[in-house]
């Protein structure tokens, strides 16, 4: 991974090979973008990039709820998350101060006031959107960024996914697939997560599916026992037919249990029912059927937060805050199919 490696892979000197890089007009646009596509391949150019953005950001706070360090199938998304931060800021040589709040919420007095004892030059939220907590890192000097979270006001950097298209390309698929009649399981709570409902909403109206026709279950939450009590119920008050072809979750824990569940009524899934779930977990890959799944670029959300960061501070005084949305895809497996019959 050195000029000389990619001189000698293009057939020219190093010093053609150097000129090619810097953008000399002294070189043919053919051999320049031949060497270019050689740099390219032998990782020089992403490298170059990556020291390009590690020359500013030495130590960040990160502050996060204790919840969220737990390894569990309600945590997968936020564990590798987490994990790809760790990782990465150990490779930069990023020193990483824990602030931690018990519990699921973060406190933003606790939170504050470690980011007050650290003289850290930049701070990592993950997953709270505490409005309180958002407003008072504005009015703090070091810039701030927003791990897998959205802050709706604009406030600080934020770096997610595209909530709202990831949740219209799954629905999508499935009204490709044929089915009309899809059940959205939800559940209360984040911004995010109503951004998911409305990417849904948006992919059934330009199916020509009105307000009427949509179906959306909101659970008490994303846990085993939620799914259980929630679509349960609803599935032993529905009789002998269902009045929907698919569900799309919008998380594999849900869907997963979802899947038990429907398991459990007798319900071939995907022959009766296709079930989609969101995040594309490993615990999805090997569930029975394997779950289709929109999949998140979770281990680029990490790494774009670190370039946000150092972006910042580069333009101290003139960074404006920044939402950061990385697009999804669908892993296709077996839950899903195309409706039997007539949809």
């Known amino acids: 991974m050195s000029l000389k490696n990619i001189a000698q892979a293009a057939g020219v000197s190093v010093s053609t090979v150097s000129r090619a890089l810097q953008g000399s007009s002294r070189i043919s646009e053919e051999k320049r973008r031949e060497i270019l596509e050689i740099a390219r391949a032998q990782g020089y150019i992403d490298t170059r990039l990556r020291k390009a953005t590690q020359a500013g950001l030495h130590s960040i706070v990160l502050a996060m709820p204790e919840a969220m360090l737990q390894a569990s199938e309600t945590n997968f998304t936020s564990w590798r998350i987490l994990e790809t931060l760790r990782r990465e800021c150990a490779s930069r040589g990023i020193r990483v101060d824990p602030v931690i709040s018990p519990g699921d919420r973060l406190d933003p007095d606790r939170v504050m006031a470690g980011i007050a004892g650290s003289d850290a030059e930049a701070i990592v939220v993950h997953f709270d959107e505490n409005p309180a907590l958002i407003g008072r890192l504005a009015e703090e000097g070091r810039p701030s960024v927003l791990l897998f979270g959205l802050d709706p006001s604009s406030r600080i950097s934020s770096v997610g996914i595209g909530n709202t298209y990831a949740t219209a390309l799954g629905a999508q698929h499935l009204l490709d697939l044929g089915h009309r009649d899809i059940l959205l399981l939800s559940w209360p709570g984040r911004f995010t997560i109503r951004r998911r409902e409305a990417g849904f909403r948006e992919a059934m109206r330009e199916a020509g599916i009105g307000d009427a026709g949509m179906r959306i279950l909101r659970l008490p939450g994303f846990a085993p026992e939620d799914v ?105 497996r077996d839950s899903c199919a195309a409706p039997r019959g007539p949809a």
């Open 228 to 332: 259980d009590r929630g679509f349960g119920a609803w599935l032993a008050e529905q009789g002998p037919r269902l009045p929907v072809t698919a569900v799309l979750c919008l998380s594999d824990n849900i869907a997963i249990r979802a899947m038990q569940c429907l398991r459990r009524a007798g319900i071939d899934v995907p022959g009766e029912v296709s079930v989609m779930g969101f995040d594309d977990s490993f615990a999805g890959q090997m569930s029975d059927p394997p779950l289709s799944s929109i999949r998140p670029p979770l281990e680029d959300i990490a790494i774009t937060a670190l370039e946000e960061l150092e972006l910042a501070l580069r333009r101290p005084g003139s960074h404006l805050a920044r939402r950061i949305e990385l697009g999804c895809q669908i892993s296709h």
